[in-house]
Nanobody, 116 residues
């Protein structure tokens, strides 16, 4: 079965950096696009970044362009999100996502808190 396990969240000061990881299993990782979403309290879940199966095309939400970088290692079945110049408004639970067949699969999420 499809499993996505996020890690790397935590508390960071404004201007700081974090790298999130998402370990995937249960499907042929190298043939699927992967995405990161986030959800802050009271807000809808929003797309942060998406990467194609080969990593050749990457898309970002407007609020993170130029600060976040999505990448993947198909040999390790892992997708990453490097977050630089973090702002308090980046505080949210971050989720890894894959559309497998007709079903969206989500990890359990990892909390990122940006605060001084």
């Amino acid at each position: 079965q499809v499993q996505l396990v996020e890690s790397g969240g935590g508390l960071v000061q404004p201007g700081g950096s974090l790298r999130l990881s998402c370990a995937a299993s249960g499907f042929t990782f190298s043939t699927y696009a992967m995405s990161w979403y986030r959800q802050a309290p009271g807000n809808e879940r929003e797309l942060v970044a998406r990467i194609t199966s080969t990593g050749g095309i990457k898309d970002y939400g407007d609020s993170v362009k130029g600060r976040f970088t999505i990448s993947r290692d198909n040999a390790k079945n892992t997708v990453y999100l490097r977050m630089n110049s973090l702002k308090p408004e980046d505080t949210a639970v971050y989720y890894c996502n894959v559309l497998y067949g007709y079903t969206n699969y989500w990890g359990q999420g990892t909390q990122v808190t940006v605060s001084s």
